[in-house]
């Protein structure tokens, strides 16, 4: 109820989330039962519901008494009871979606970091044969900036004829996945070409369909006996 702000009725669902008994909860408010986390995200929320600010989609966290802190998307439709306006919140438990999130995000800065700290150039690219991804060591093989490469192709850094080799063989490896090795050269960014390794594999999507190539550069092994 809007007036007053207290809980007219909840379903199953809501007491299960919130680990509460319907005895304590009807009549009573969000404030009083201690729900929100955050009393102040609490007090700009009823500001807001009171200055006729219905909001139809929003974010908070809730404190569960049996599931700790819980983040929650709710939504909120004014209704009216006897003539009387009321909210209907409708909620949706986002705590493990967002766990979930945090921890892909957190692998993928672990491995943007871990290709970066790699001293070989090492690249990633899409079944368009586009880079999508090069690590440090690679743009400063090639005197790029990030800006440069990304959604290019090869022949951004290569001669045409290299390059066009180069075309061919990506595009051998995504009919037929796989690994391929093969010694070729490179143009660094003085402009000058050296002696490396490709090496080239294949990856897969999360269906196990062929998504694109990781390749790395490897400096020739009589070159490094050399040095």
């Known amino acids: 109820r809007l007036s007053d702000e207290r809980i007219m009725d ?15 909860v009807i009549g009573r408010t969000s404030e ?19 200055r006729g600010t219905h909001r139809e ?3 908070t966290v809730l404190l569960s008494r049996t599931k700790g802190l819980r983040n929650v998307v709710f939504s909120i439709e004014a209704i009216d ?3 009387e306006p009321h909210l209907l919140t409708l909620m949706r438990d986002d705590t493990e ?17 871990l290709l ?3 001293p ?3 690249y990633t690219k899409g079944l368009d044969d586009r880079y999508l991804r090069c690590n440090r060591a690679y743009l400063e093989f090639h005197g790029l900036d990030e800006s440069e490469i990304l959604g290019q192709t090869v022949f951004k850094v290569s001669p045409v004829e290299m390059a066009a080799d180069h075309w061919e063989r990506d595009h051998r ?6 690994v391929v090795v093969y010694e070729g050269q490179a143009r660094r960014k003085d402009g000058t070409f050296r002696d490396v390794v490709f090496q080239k594999a294949s990856y897969l999507d999360a269906q196990g369909a062929v998504a694109g190539i990781v390749g790395s550069l490897g400096a020739v092994f009589s070159q490094i006996t050399d040095n």
Request: zero cysteines; charged letters at 30%.
């Open 10 to 24: 909840v379903n199953e669902a809501w007491l299960d989330l919130m680990g509460m008994e319907r005895t304590e």
């Open 173 to 178: 490896l995504l009919a037929a996945p796989g």
């Open 120 to 122: 070989i150039p090492i």
């Open 97 to 113: 979606k967002k766990a979930s999130e945090a921890a892909i995000k957190n692998q993928l800065n672990f491995v943007n970091t």
């Open 32 to 50: 009083e039962l201690g729900l929100y986390a955050d009393p102040e995200e609490r007090k700009r929320i009823f500001e807001s519901l009171h």
């Open 116 to 118: 970066d700290t790699l």
């Open 81 to 83: 009871l006897m003539g």
């Open 57 to 59: 989609v929003s974010e």
